[in-house]
């Protein structure tokens, strides 16, 4: 919630304050991340935060802090949790591409489990173990289960069209193949099928597939010791300040109800989107009103090298303008970026807008501050923590 006092703080910084930001409201995270963890302690669920969602380092200390464990997709990513809190033993490394330096960084820090995709990735992760020595390592299969997510295909991940995961179809040549890996060992199996999963039928279609995948290894004689299903739990973009906290609760049970553990076997989660989404805003000011024939156009000084995902994936952020309260006018708003993509929204209802007002994009704490660029030469946003208003420079 972006309350009213927080916007007069930042027009008395106006003059030194340089948009656009990124404001983070800190209690709103660390209620999201005690509700989250709590619910999972419930029932002994363990969690690994998904650092691409957001890897500012102050929000790192708060979830690591907490007592979560990482998921990260690259070297770079498994030293910013260890910087920030993160303990080597939690870490779980996905991605369909390691790198051969990416995956030393995870064998030289003991990491808890490469999670592997392919059959020359494990070759190639029991070569560098090998050449290591002295250790077995931990490995897990990320399994592409075939489950729709329902969700926007560039963030859909569980098809078999998909370029992530095993696909049932490999599991014998994988295990035979596992037979010779002397430095592998194989603890877990891994799943995630999407982002921003709203529907929860699709994780009661997604703990079926586990069911059948895990009883497939135990007659194969796999003792394995985890089970990772993933991230995937959207957000409400439409009114976050209806659902500022997501349900974790109703998420968790799914699970709880539908997943067949086997005696001994821990349940793992990678939420991303769900942990930080919410605490996020990317703050703006309006740079020109443009009246066209038939569109009133709000140019801000945000773009999409600040925010992507309107321009990538379509994605709605609900769109707030903190300066005015005037009566409502059509608008569309936009970045000054030469791409016709640059658009935040198309035919928004907002108050009458004016040069210099703020505007709040809101829901832009996961995949926001993390995905921005440069393009065009632009700098990067800089990052307005609610706890540390004083110190804005
Ligand atoms: N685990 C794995 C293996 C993943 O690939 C992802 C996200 C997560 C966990 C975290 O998922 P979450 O809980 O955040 O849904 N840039 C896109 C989202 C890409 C998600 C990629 N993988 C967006 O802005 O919507």
Known sequence: MIDKAIIDQWSSYKSKTKTPFYYYDVDLLKQTVATAKNEADKRGYILHYALKANANPNLLKIIFG????????????IFRSLQNGAKQETIAFAGVGKSDLDIQIGLYNNIFVFNCESIPEIENINYL?????????????????????????YISTGKKENKFGISAWDFDKVIEKLETMKYLRLTSLHFHIGSQITDMNVFVELCQRVNSFNQWFKDRGFELEHINVGGGLGVDYQTPDKNLIPDFATYFSVFEQNLKLFPGQKLHFEPGRSIVAQCGSLIT??????????????????????????????????IENLSSDAPEKVYDVVGPIC?????????????????????????????????????????????VFSDKLGSVK
Not at 130 to 150: E, H, Q, S, T
Not at 288 to 304: P, S
């Open 66 to 77: 907490a007592g979560f464990g990482a998921d990260c997709v690259s070297g770079n990513e």
């Open 129 to 153: 173990a090998r050449l290591k020595g002295l250790k077995i390592y931990n490995i897990g299969l990320r399994i592409n289960p075939d489950v729709d997510a329902k969700t926007h295909e």
């Open 285 to 318: 000011r309006v740079l020109y009103i443009k009246e066209g024939k038939t569109k009133n156009f709000v140019i801000v000084d945000a773009g999409m090298t600040d925010l992507i995902r309107p321009a990538l994936y379509h994605a709605h952020h609900h």
């Open 339 to 383: 791409e016709s993509s640059d658009c935040f929204a198309k035919d928004v209802l907002l108050p009458e807008t004016k040069r210099g007002n703020f505007i709040a994009l809101r829901s832009a704490g996961a995949y926001g501050e993390v995905m921005a660029s440069q393009y065009n030469l632009r700098e990067l946003p800089h990052a």
